[in-house]
């Protein structure tokens, strides 16, 4: 099995920054791409930003500018930075991993709120 864990997720004003992190755990070999999505109350699930394991990067266009997604060295980490922060950003993020062999997994989630 492999799990994915994320953290830094919490309550910030608009204008802030966050910095979220998820690891992922187990047995497999390898992860290729992974990615942030999130989920506000009362929408569907949306892409925030994913990057392979060759450091291309995509993000969606409320996003960019703001938001930088990275993976760590060790290549089983990644991060997102969330900069300039805005109300409507306030959503479940959830970290996603593509695993060699494996298929897609997700995080449980973590909760970032933005205030006026």
């Known amino acids: 099995q492999v799990q994915l864990v994320e953290s830094g997720g919490g309550l910030v004003q608009a204008g802030g920054s966050l910095r979220l992190s998820c690891a992922a755990s187990g047995s497999f070999i390898s992860l290729n791409s992974m990615g942030w999505y999130r989920q506000a109350p009362g929408k569907q699930r949306e892409l ?14 409320s996003v960019k500018g703001r938001f930088t997604i990275s993976r760590g ?44």
Do not use: F, H
Not at 48 to 61: E, H, L, M, P, W
Not at 75 to 86: A, F, G, H, P, V
């Open 73 to 116: 060295n060790a290549k089983n980490t990644e991060y997102l930075q969330m900069n300039s922060l805005k109300p409507e950003d306030t959503a479940v993020y959830y970290c996603n991993a593509w695993v060699t062999l494996k298929g897609t997994y997700w995080g449980q989630g973590t909760q970032v709120t933005v205030s006026l």
């Open 48 to 61: 925030v930003a994913t990057i392979t394991s060759g450091g291309s990067r995509n993000y969606a266009d």
